[in-house]
């Protein structure tokens, strides 16, 4: 890619991300052409459909949120993957008006197996801590991030400080001496 497109694509996301954090998703193309300094045209070329738009932009975010959870590998306080859930909430609150398009939009698998394998290892590093209760599995954990899309949603005016409450709720049931679970875990999804 060159150069100048390359620059044109980074203030298009960027733009992108403000607009639609503003405004929501119902923003339309123009004002996201007009707020990245370019022509509709060149938005166009780029990415043909706001939908090709939005996939790029959950794309980018996952794989932000992987090289992120990537970086709590080996953290000797075990504490990781809790430092990984908590960014996760705090991305949803800051990109709510967009957030479940960005949740529908067809994602590459490769971003997504990479962010679950990740999570996986974070698990087994809290588990080997003691700081995650042993019956905790990788399904659980993608399960109680899903959760957090409702919390999000239903919390909107209070923000971030309420979504952390119910964060908080969560992860005291994933710790150890709370009660044992009484079914057994899902299947891997």
Same mark, same amino acid.
């Given at each position: ?5 390359? !620059?044109? %694509?980074?203030?298009?996301?960027? #733009? ?6 503003? *405004?929501?998703? $119902? ?7 007009? %707020? ?11 990415? /043909? ?7 790029? +932009? ?5 794989? #932000?949120?992987? $090289?992120?959870? !990537? ?7 075990? =504490?990781?993957?809790? %430092?990984?859930? !908590? ?20 994602? /590459? ?32 954990? @993608? ?5 957090? !899309?409702? @919390? @999000? $949603?239903?919390?909107?005016? =209070? ?5 952390? *409450?119910? +964060? ?6 994933? %710790? ?5 679970? #009484?079914? /057994? /875990?899902?299947?891997?999804?």
């Amino acid at each position: 890619m060159r150069q100048d497109a390359a !620059r044109n %694509r980074d203030r298009i996301i960027t #733009a992108a991300c403000e607009v639609f954090a503003e *405004r929501g998703i $119902d923003a339309n193309v123009e004002e996201i052409a007009r %707020r990245a300094g370019v022509g509709v045209g060149t938005l166009y070329r780029r990415f /043909p459909t706001k939908e090709h738009l939005i996939a790029q +932009l959950a794309e980018d975010l996952l794989r #932000a949120l992987v $090289d992120d959870a !990537r970086a709590e590998l080996g953290a000797a306080d075990g =504490a990781g993957l809790e %430092r990984t859930l !908590r960014r996760c909430a705090a991305v949803q609150v800051s990109k709510r008006g967009y957030m479940m398009k960005i949740y529908d939009a067809a994602q /590459p698998d490769e971003p997504r197996m990479a962010f679950r394998a990740v999570l996986a290892e974070l698990l087994v590093q809290a588990q080997q801590a003691g700081t995650i209760r042993p019956d905790v599995t990788i399904t659980d954990i @993608v399960m109680l991030m899903w959760s957090l !899309r409702g @919390v @999000v $949603d239903m919390s909107a005016p =209070a923000g971030l400080s309420a979504v952390e *409450r119910y +964060l908080d709720l969560l992860l005291a049931g994933l %710790r150890p001496g709370a009660a044992p679970l #009484a079914h /057994p /875990p899902v299947p891997n999804l």
